[in-house]
């Protein structure tokens, strides 16, 4: 069992910038594949950045490319969502999940077995 808490949600301005954090607990946190996704209102949730169980491989979903960054300290227990130059269209509730097959990155939420509660992000104009 893994249990996820996610943290560094708030306000920020567009082309700002947070730092979403994931700590995991339990000893195996190093050979989950993790994932992020978001859903705002009225939306279905949508992933949007995963990392494999090593950092070596990473994938990210076309509305975030070259602005999102995804990455992990296994040393930590701690997997990252860096996010630069935000928008409005990125406010939604975050949330970090994991995998148990850690070597490959998939972006369907049905594919992962441990989810956090949720950070709010909301980007204000």
């Known amino acids: 069992q893994v249990q996820l808490v996610e943290s560094g949600g708030g306000l920020v301005q567009v082309g700002g910038s947070l730092r979403l954090s994931c700590a995991a607990s339990?000893?195996?946190?190093?050979?989950?594949?993790m994932g992020w996704f978001r859903q705002a209102p009225g939306k279905e949730r949508e992933f949007v950045a995963a990392?494999?169980?090593?950092?070596?491989?990473?994938h990210y979903a076309d509305s975030v490319k070259g602005r999102f960054t995804i990455s992990r300290d296994n040393a930590e227990n701690t997997a990252y969502l860096q996010m630069n130059s935000l928008n409005s269209e990125d406010t939604a509730v975050y949330y970090c999940a994991a995998r148990q097959i850690g070597w490959r990155i998939v972006t369907t939420r049905e594919s992962y077995d441990y989810w956090g509660q949720g950070t709010q992000v909301t980007v204000s104009s």
């Open positions: 990392i494999n169980w090593s950092g070596g491989t990473t």
């Open positions: 339990g000893r195996t946190f190093s050979t989950y594949a």
